[in-house]
């Protein structure tokens, strides 16, 4: 069990890292001819009105479609309250927004949404210099930095930006990014719904990477202010130490791994003390969209989440589906959420923290 659980875990840590006149003569024809005329003026000048009438009619349809294609548009702008915005929305606003890639350079590079950048989480983060099990491995770099990545990428802070990812296939980078850049003062800041494989599905426009990347000549100098412009906040190991008691843990990784049968990078198998599972996965639908209002809710009562007000602090292995369940509880309406970004990798790797349903991490031979 455990060697196939450590083969698929393998995968999980590569997706991890990384539109004319008429003649006439004599009298009786000449009145005859101006009858005609008249009556030729006349039909002409019915028929312009009667066309008047219809172009007007017509552009009246026009506007009342145009205006009911408007709220329809509105409706389906914002899907849960407010952090997400639907592929048909994108498509109508897509040169009005920044669209940012939160996928791997590698799926970036081979198809993506026209004109959008790439940023991953790993850029924005300690994970060059440091290794999983590390004290500070994942954790965010300091919002100036990432406020140059920001910059390097065409963001002025004036534009909404709409972060995507392959939802199904990958850890809730959308999520991830968002935070990492409302970190650093960008404050509007959306998630498409379904992401890359609901864009791609619903016949979105794609290019491949050999487009320019505008980023890389863009000046990395902020047009905006540098500041923490989410209500989320990033904490150490320290922190959720002081507050296993009076803090809801929530462990967003798969169940195995919540249970101590799969490790993904960590030193140790298990969890943190205490905590309740809400593993990303779960907030999905098939198709790569969110489920509804009342399933979300639903998933986060069973989990013992219903005080608004009450301290949360939800983790995986380095902060990324933690992050991103983290700002679905936010739009969810809980107000005092924060993010281990660490996460388990470096709790386990912390030999004196305690880990619930621990067990052995298999040795490589032993899990070919």
């Known amino acids: 069990m455990v060697k196939t659980q450590k083969a698929i875990a393998a995968v999980g840590l590569a997706l991890v890292l990384g539109v004319g006149a008429v003649g006439c003569s004599g009298g009786q024809t000449a009145t005859s001819s101006a009858t005609a005329s008249g009556s030729s003026a006349a039909a002409s000048a019915q028929s312009a009105s009667a066309e008047a009438t ?17 709220v329809a548009a509105e409706q389906v702008a914002y899907v849960g309250n407010g952090a997400y915005v639907s592929v048909d929305w994108l498509k109508s606003n897509i040169d009005n927004v920044v669209v940012v890639d939160a996928r791997s350079a590698e799926d970036f590079a081979s198809t993506h949404i026209p004109g959008a950048v790439n940023i991953t989480w790993q850029g924005t983060s300690a994970v060059t210099d440091k290794a999983p099990g590390d004290a500070g491995w994942a954790a965010l770099n300091d919002p100036a930095d990432i406020a140059k990545v920001a910059a390097a990428a065409g963001i002025d802070g004036k534009k909404t930006v709409v972060v995507y990812t392959d939802v199904k296939g990958g850890w809730g ?3 991830r990014v968002m935070w990492t850049l409302r970190e650093a003062g960008i404050e509007d800041v959306k998630i498409l719904d379904g992401g890359w494989r609901k864009w791609v599905g619903s016949k979105g426009a794609t290019e491949d990477g050999s487009v320019a990347n505008a980023a890389a000549e863009a000046d990395a100098t902020p047009a905006f202010e540098v500041k923490d412009a989410d209500p989320i906040e990033q904490v150490d190991e320290a922190f959720v130490k002081e507050h296993l008691e009076d803090a809801t843990i929530v462990d967003t990784r798969m169940e195995a791994e919540y249970e101590g049968q799969m490790v993904m990078m960590e030193p140790r198998m298990g969890r943190i003390p205490g905590a309740v599972s809400v593993p990303n996965v779960s907030l999905f639908n098939t198709d790569s969209t969110l489920k509804s209002d009342d399933e979300i809710d639903k998933i986060f009562t069973d989990a013992g989440l219903t005080d608004k007000d009450a301290l949360i602090i939800t983790y995986c292995t380095g902060g990324v589906r933690g992050a991103n369940v983290a700002e679905l509880l936010a739009d969810r309406g809980f107000t005092n959420v924060k993010v281990y970004t660490c996460g388990f990798a470096e709790w386990a790797g912390d030999k004196d923290a305690k880990v619930e349903a621990e067990a052995e991490v298999p040795k490589d031979d032993e899990a070919k």
């Open 54 to 70: 219809s172009s007007s009619a017509a552009a009246s349809s026009e506007a009342a479609s145009n205006s009911a294609a408007s």
């Open 173 to 175: 980078e959308d999520g």
